[in-house]
């Protein structure tokens, strides 16, 4: 009893408010999706529940009261259907079911009870590009067997002369190499727009867009409240067949112009989400579509669609994952604002961590993360946050005989994809309590006995516990519907205002590596003079409830001082003063408890 009452009073300090109590979904507008948490789960690392050292449903099942418990409002649970796993998953074999590695179906419909007697939704990873070759719909396909035949993109080979023939264009694959892989048994090549193993679907054929959509309606029709619709700008190829010429793109990646985001390919999105919003007008209660593209917001804006024919709710934006220690005040100050200028607001979207990314603690440092949680939690939009994050977790060094991940994203990456994906820490116990196996799929961070899930839990000052402080405000008034304004104070300072009526929150982030200070009213004359402290960093100097001077002392005395890597969220409400004395008084008299 004493663990669960420290526990509960770490979050006092969050959510403990004296200004408007009314709840704020009576002041609301707003859909659930467009401002909701989205926790995105890798179930292989998350929990393994049956000792096999890989995580599984019924492991994602055991811990839905932590997820709860963050103030997560959408569990987004990636790839577990039936697969051969030569893409980790996303080389699907059966859309309809769950893979052994993973559980039963029975697994995952007692895991979708258990989120939402949570009160929270689900979406699921939808893998819309290609198949598995040992799809059956392939395999029918390979042999010429209708109505399968088309389901793909099958091409004869070109003649290069008289003795010769060769690939049927110079189209080439995002793993590697030619996107051409010649079947020996119908005589023709097939397109693999990714590995030789995922065989591209050809969504020219009306049977395809059924066999999907019926795959859809399968998922929805269990209760999933919607999809992450992964590598959508592949669907479609153009007709011709033309070589692609040698232009780039964004970021300098080749443009691809003739096999990605052809006009069709937005086409059947928005026919997609005519299709989810046949179940919205059934019950009220909206799904959603969500889509990986890794792109600047004026070309994923085609993904939204418009007022007449709707499309996805939320592109992803995934700019602030490549942020790192080079990024600046100004650097990031234009990745906010080239989404908040392109996309309407109920669009808007943050994320800083993914599976296939480097992580915060990496690119920047681990005293970085609770900044990066504050910038991702509190500007306006959905906000996405990779497992692990809520703890500064660390991606981890794996050697090459550790490895798992066969494809690793393609060539050209010099790192490992499954540094970032690296089993949760949930105690002291051997292999983090991930698993009781004599060793998990991939190892456990060596810092794992001395942060994890547990110790963080009982430490008031720990990443989790500041996660979940901005996780309160975040559910406040001021953040859900209050204005935006960003600014640059310093080089490697970023700074935003939220404001709702008379309320006023700032957010002060120094990414840089030298202390700063910062005189918040020389960006900002129209603040209030004084603040007080809502949420800090671990790195920061100043304790919850202390009011600062926004600008210069009268006796000269200077600003605020920000150490290096370090968040603070300012308010102009004194609550969080009070709120900190009563924590500090009940955490006294639960410790005396606990003793």
Not at 258 to 267: D, I, K, M, V
């Amino acid at each position: 009893m004493g663990r669960v009452l420290y526990h509960l009073l770490s979050c006092v300090l969050g959510s403990f408010r004296t200004e408007d109590t009314s709840p704020s979904s009576s002041l609301s507008p707003l859909d659930w999706w467009q401002n909701t948490l989205i926790y995105q789960v890798y179930p292989r690392s998350f929990k393994d529940s049956d000792g096999d050292g890989i995580g599984d449903l019924n492991g994602i099942t055991e811990k839905l009261d932590y997820i709860q418990d963050l103030g997560v409002d959408t569990v987004w649970i990636q790839p577990f259907f039936k697969s051969p796993m030569d893409d980790m998953g996303y080389d699907v074999q059966d859309f309809k079911a769950v893979d052994p590695l993973f559980g039963t179906m029975e697994d995952f419909k007692r895991l979708l009870k258990g989120i939402k007697e949570r009160g929270m939704k689900v979406i699921l990873d939808f893998v819309v590009n290609h198949t598995s070759d040992q799809c059956e719909w392939f395999q029918l396909s390979e042999q010429g067997v209708e109505p399968y035949k088309d389901y793909y993109v099958w091409r004869d080979a070109k003649k290069f002369n008289d003795t010769h023939k060769t690939y049927p264009n110079n189209w080439s694959s995002m793993f590697h190499g030619t996107a051409w892989q010649w079947s020996e048994m119908r005589k023709q090549y097939y397109l693999h727009q990714f590995s030789v193993q995922q065989p591209d679907l050809n969504y020219r054929n009306p049977r395809v867009v059924k066999e999907m959509e019926n795959v859809m309606r399968f998922w929805l029709d269990m209760g999933v409240d919607g999809f992450r619709l992964d590598a959508p700008k592949h669907m479609f190829e153009s007709e011709h067949f033309l070589d692609e010429p040698d232009i780039k793109g964004t970021f300098g990646w080749p443009a691809r112009i003739y096999t990605t985001r052809l006009p069709e390919t937005f086409a059947q999105i928005r026919a997609w989400r005519a299709l989810l919003d046949e179940y919205t007008a059934k019950d009220g209660q909206a799904r959603i579509l969500c889509t990986e593209d890794y792109e600047v917001p004026t070309m994923l804006k085609d993904y939204l669609g418009d007022a007449a024919h709707p499309g996805a709710q939320i592109p992803f934006y995934f700019l602030l994952v490549f942020s790192d220690r080079k990024t600046n005040a100004t650097k990031l100050n234009q990745i906010i604002q080239d989404l908040v200028t392109v996309f309407p607001r109920s669009a808007w979207n943050w994320v800083t961590d993914n599976h296939d990314n480097w992580r915060v603690s990496s690119r920047f440092s681990r005293e970085a993360v609770d900044a990066f949680n504050m910038l991702n939690l509190l500007l306006p939009g959905s906000a996405s946050v990779y497992q692990g994050s809520e703890l500064a977790m660390h991606d981890i060094p794996v050697r090459p005989d550790q490895r798992q991940d066969p494809l690793n994203g393609g060539p050209g990456r010099a790192d490992s994809r499954d540094a970032h994906r690296a089993p949760m820490p949930w105690d002291s116990s051997r292999n983090a309590g991930f698993s009781k196996a004599r060793k998990p799929w991939l190892p456990v961070h060596p810092s794992y006995w001395t942060s994890n899930v547990e110790i963080q839990e009982n430490d008031p000052d720990s990443h989790l516990n500041t996660f979940k402080r901005i996780v309160a405000l975040r559910k406040t008034p001021v953040v859900r519907l209050g204005d935006l304004k960003t600014y640059t104070p310093k080089d490697w300072v970023f700074m935003f205002t939220r404001s709702l009526k008379d309320e006023t929150i700032v957010v002060l982030l120094n990414i840089g590596s030298e202390t700063e200070d910062v005189c918040v009213k020389d960006v900002a004359p129209k603040l209030p003079d004084e603040m007080f402290v809502r949420v800090k960093s671990i790195g920061s100097l100043y304790d919850v409830g202390k009011k600062l001077r926004l600008g210069p002392g009268s006796h000269g005395s200077k600003c605020i001082e920000m150490r290096p890597q370090s968040g603070l969220v300012l308010s102009t409400s004194h609550g969080a003063a009070i709120s900190f004395s009563l924590f500090m008084l009940l955490l006294t008299i639960v410790s005396t408890m606990i003793s």
